[in-house]
């Protein structure tokens, strides 16, 4: 069975850092590209960043600089570094992957930035 479990959330004032992972089981997970989304309360859905099996990654124009998308194959895990948060940053994170025909996503995970 497929699962994508997302941990790391909580609460951290404006400027502060949080790293957040998500852990896999039931993909090889090596071959295939993670990534990570966020939503935001009352929005829809956007992209964050994206790390390839090779370790290339993109990010999103709101976050680069900022984050930092990795992996750890050996762990079956996906992390991703924010630094320098900012209210807006504020959202439930989940993490992605399509080892097939479906989106397979997280149960997400709560990052409040507030003072």
């Known amino acids: 069975q497929v699962q994508l479990v997302e941990s790391g959330g909580g609460v951290v004032q404006p400027g502060g850092s949080l790293r957040l992972s998500c852990a896999t089981s039931?993909?090889?997970?090596?071959?295939?590209?993670m990534n990570w989304y966020r939503q935001a309360p009352g929005k829809q859905r956007e992209f964050v960043a994206t790390?390839?099996?090779?370790?290339?990654?993109i990010y999103a124009d709101s976050v680069k600089g900022r984050f930092t998308i990795s992996r750890d194959n050996a762990k079956n895990t996906v992390y991703l570094q924010m630094n320098s948060l900012k209210p807006e940053d504020t959202a439930v994170y989940y993490c992605?992957?399509?080892?097939?025909?479906?989106?397979?996503w997280g149960q997400g995970t709560l990052v409040t930035v507030s003072s």
């Open positions: 039931g993909i090889v997970f090596s071959i295939y590209a």
């Open positions: 992605n992957t399509r080892p097939g025909y479906v989106e397979v």
């Open positions: 790390i390839r099996s090779s370790g290339n990654s």
